[in-house]
């Protein structure tokens, strides 16, 4: 199939072509946040750590900015905060993927890159496409410099999955524990409860079923993007759950992805314990995790949500793209919470700092941090002169609000139940705001659209102080 993959090169090279000769500002691309030169990105993949070298994949459809066939975008850093485009790696070139690359992971051994993902068929006809009409694969691609990868091999189809899910299998996630091998498939059960299975394996491509992870009660009808890691002594199950109804303010958006802790071994006997959402914000899916050489389990998220046109959408469509990835975040445990912290090389990369107490009202950079401390009381902060992110002591209530719908793009209102309101610290960066509070306790994000002199803030708290942070 190198014919069919060397087109669909052709066409990304047309394409960027055509993106560098138009005449467009591209006002709205952020400098720090992953996002494609052209079309539509969504679910991080196969991120790891190679050779030194960070490697973020990703779905992307380059041909089309409001979604299409799947094929893998790539990026590469060195410090995680600025990423080099380094094409798109794998396509669907395959009678096993021809409608699409989906979801994957990697791990790296003895110098090599080896990549999962999931293989999509849609055949053509009369299908629900859940219990028929479709076909999940699962494929293995590997690389031997982390940029060029050699044939595929289809190592599972639906055959091998177990009888009684449907043809949703999808997502795979594997690592290496105990010198066994282990894939994490997110899947739908044919009574339509979300389950995530459990395979094992002696040499990455001969995989054998050996259990489930599931609620005792059923907990939406679809688990999509499975991950499981240990994070400061805990082992952490990380799903993105579909067809979950609001709940006061949790679950307000389409689809939500969250963690629960397991007790006991995710092999044998484990409990999950309580869902509890990762971010509340309105842009926020699929994330995924990786350990890099240093020992830090960082996450990266998709900056944006599905099947939302009717409620908001992306001012970038008009540039030609659309969606980003979020920063990649740091995680610990506190206090029994799953903390989520930006990496700490973006603390190194500020070189200018304005200090305040009491208040801050002021122009600020278009790639900037505020970070704000509480000894009590409410505290208020505008962006933008419509972004509102408000802690309100009495209801111990935490909200994002967009008092100007053209700044959010349709975007309204989320909320998040708080205790207290200790330190906030929120990154702009273009159109993209990520809200840490707590130490990462709890996470809103969000993308928004000011123009180019509407880059304000005004910092409001009885008892606050805090700087604003930026680079030069």
């Known amino acids: 199939m190198n014919a069919l993959y060397n087109a669909w090169k052709k066409l990304l090279r047309e394409e960027l072509k055509r993106k560098e000769d138009s005449s467009g500002e591209d006002m709205w691309r952020p400098t720090l946040h992953i996002a494609p030169p052209v079309g539509w990105l969504n679910d991080p993949n196969g991120l790891c750590q190679y050779k030194g070298v960070y490697h973020a994949f990703y ?20 410090d995680l905060l600025h990423w080099k485009f380094e094409g ?21 051994e003895d110098d090599t890159m080896y990549v999962f993902y999931t293989g999509n068929v849609k055949q053509q006809g009369n299908y629900d496409y859940v219990n028929e009409g479709r076909q999940s694969g699962t494929v293995l691609a590997v690389s031997t410099d982390g940029i060029h990868f050699g044939s595929k091999e289809l190592l599972m189809t639906n055959a091998d999955y177990p009888e009684d899910v449907t043809k949703h299998v999808r997502d795979p996630k594997v690592w290496k524990q ?17 389950v995530v299975l459990v395979f094992s394996s002696e040499d990455k491509r001969n995989w054998t079923y050996t259990g489930r992870l599931q609620s005792r009660q059923p907990f939406g009808y679809m688990w999509e993007c499975p991950d499981l890691c240990e994070v400061d002594g805990n082992t952490v199950l990380f799903i993105s759950p579909q067809g979950l109804e609001p709940d006061g303010f949790r679950y307000a958006n389409k689809y939500q992805s969250g963690t629960c802790f397991l007790k006991g071994d995710f092999r044998t006997n484990a409990e999950i314990g309580e869902f509890r959402e990762l971010d509340g914000g309105f842009d926020f899916y699929a994330p995924q995790t990786f350990s890099a050489d240093d020992g830090r389990r960082i996450l990266i998220g998709w900056m944006g949500m599905a099947e939302v046109q009717d409620q908001y959408t992306n ?18 445990v506190q206090d029994g919470i799953l903390c ?10 500020w070189n200018r700092e304005i200090c305040f107490t009491g208040g801050y009202h002021a122009d600020i950079a278009s790639c900037c941090e505020l970070d704000i ?37 349709g975007r309204t209102f989320r909320g998040r ?12 960066d273009i159109s993209c705001v990520e809200v840490f509070l707590n130490g990462g306790a709890d996470v809103l994000s969000t993308r928004f659209y000011p123009e180019k002199d509407q880059y304000t803030a005004n910092v409001k708290g009885s008892k606050i102080c805090g700087s604003c942070r930026y680079h030069e």
């Not at 779905?59 to 060195?78: A, D, I, N, R, Y």
């Not at 798109?88 to 790296?108: N, R």
């Not at 139940?417 to 702009?428: G, H």
Request: negative net charge; proline residues 5%.
């Open 178 to 194: 105990d010198n066994i091998y282990y894939m994490l498939q997110g899947a739908r059960t044919k009574e339509n409860k979300g």
């Open 88 to 108: 798109i790696s794998l396509c669907p070139d395959q009678p096993y993927d021809c409608h699409g690359v989906y979801s994957g992971s990697a791990i790296v």
């Open 373 to 409: 401390h509480s000894d009590g009381g409410d505290v208020k902060v505008i962006l933008a002169d419509g972004l509102e992110l408000c802690y309100e002591e009495d209801k111990k209530l935490f909200r994002m609000e967009f008092l100007n719908t053209s700044l959010g793009a």
């Open 315 to 332: 001012k970038t469509i008009a540039d030609g793209w659309q969606n980003v990835l979020t920063l990649p975040r740091e995680l610990s």
């Open 417 to 428: 139940k708080i205790p207290y309101l200790k330190d906030m610290r929120i990154v702009v």
């Open 59 to 78: 779905q992307m459809s380059p041909f089309h900015p409001e979604g299409g066939l799947k094929f893998w975008g790539h990026c590469t850093s060195k």
């Open 340 to 349: 989520q912290n930006p990496v700490r090389e973006l603390y190194a990369w």
